[in-house]
């Protein structure tokens, strides 16, 4: 209950940090799906509260579907609040009026919850595929809050990016923003740890 | 550089409350860019009540205070009252020098005196100084002694709590550039304004790469997310640039040169 480590779920990577922020840049919805699956089959075997927020090209009902090809009883943990997946329009209709400090303040509340109701922590994912390049620079400021005030929370976070949507640029601007970036260059995984630097 | 400390999205943003002992650099291809954002700098600074120095050339300091005017601002009252204070960078350098170096007592003879007096004035809530003085250096071919009087001008600036800006006139889509100064200058700031728009140059940077290199995927992609960067907040589409120079130097002029190319806003180009 209260290690400060967990699975990934990730072949190639096993224990990561609560508080850890990761991210991971996917080329379609095989590849996304490839690591959201194992990171919340993990997240719920961990008896962590795990929230997929998701997005095109992975909608909540092929999360769901993902999910259950691989053995998880997805109803049930649904049912008994372990799982929630919800499709990001559903969820930003409640969320888009706050700033990003307060949604950040959202996640650190729904920890206290989630530990409080016996849960050993927090895993969520959020695929933005929905963002404009005008909400760009603002979103990167929530990233940056999150960076900063997850860390010593026992949330585990993995931050989902198409490749090639955002320029090079904007893979810098993401991986600033970020404890570490998940690379899925064979078969297994591997975590590429940011270096320090202002970008 | 803190790892979570905020990154500005615009320069106007930098500038306006710096962070303390923040020591920013200006990379600057024309004076009209220059007077925007070192007035901007000068203006936020005397409105909220600071203390100013400013160490430039004659022309420099001459279209500052038109600038000053022009926002309302009454240099020459600002001046009569301790607030604001001109100095000739060209003559201050004529000063420091001493052979191809730098004479470090008469450097801070010359600016750490006066703002130390400056910073003792209790009227004032904090202490901003703008100089040039590496700029006119650098042009004269001294770059040694260039790099000795930023390292100076740190120092004094720490000392005194003051937030520095620097301006340094390069052409950020020559590769010369970046063979000489321009990465050790961007080393020796705590942020780097490389640019006087940020989206078109975030455009430029971008497109071009994906033009020259194409899409970032596979070993690249690795490479860059391991990158180990440069130790200064500078915005993503500069650090590209020094990404590219250091792990694809082979494709950085072609690079360079399409970022230069790319069409300014309103242009036919754009249009089509």
Known sequence: MNSALTDCGLPGIRRIPYGVHMCHFYEGREDLAAALVPYFKAGLRNNERCIWITAAPLSAADARQELSRTGVDVDAAVAQGALVVRDFSEWYAEAEKLKGRQVVDLWLAEEERALAEGYSGLRITGNVTFLQPADWEEFMAYEALVDEAFPPRRIVTLCTYRLGEHGASGVLDVVHRHSCTLDHPDEGWQILTRSVSGI | ?272
């Open chain 2, 1 to 272: 550089m803190p790892k979570n400390e905020m990154r500005h999205a615009s320069w106007q943003e930098l500038l306006g409350p710096p962070s303390p002992a923040s020591h920013i650099v200006q990379i600057y291809d024309s004076d009209d860019f220059l007077v925007a954002a070192v007035g901007h700098f000068v203006v936020e600074g005397l409105r909220r009540g600071e203390a100013v120095l400013l160490t430039g050339t004659e022309t420099h300091l001459r279209r500052l205070r038109q600038h000053l005017h022009s926002q309302g601002l009454n240099a020459d009252a600002a001046m009569r009252a301790g607030q604001l204070l001109l100095s000739d960078a060209d003559a201050g350098v004529r000063a420091i020098l001493d052979g191809q170096g730098i004479d470090a007592a008469r450097y801070e003879a010359l600016t750490g005196e006066a703002l130390s007096h400056m910073r003792a004035d209790e009227r004032f809530s904090g202490l901003r100084w703008w100089g040039e003085m590496t700029n006119i250096l650098h042009r004269q071919g001294r770059d040694k002694a260039a790099l000795a009087a930023e390292a100076q001008a740190d120092a004094i600036a720490k000392r005194h709590g003051v937030t520095l800006l620097c301006s340094f006139h390069c052409d950020r889509f020559d590769p010369r550039s970046y063979d000489g100064m321009m990465r050790e200058v961007c080393c020796r700031h705590t942020h780097v304004i490389p640019a006087q728009d940020y989206v078109r140059h975030r455009l430029a940077v971008n497109h071009a790469i994906e033009e020259v290199v194409g899409e970032i995927r596979g070993p690249l992609l690795q490479s860059l997310m391991s990158w180990k960067g440069l130790p200064c907040e500078l915005p993503s589409s500069q650090a590209l640039l020094f990404w590219v120079r250091d792990c694809i130097p082979e494709r950085f002029a072609e690079v360079l040169e399409r970022a230069r190319a790319y069409p300014h806003p309103g242009s036919s180009m754009e249009a089509a």
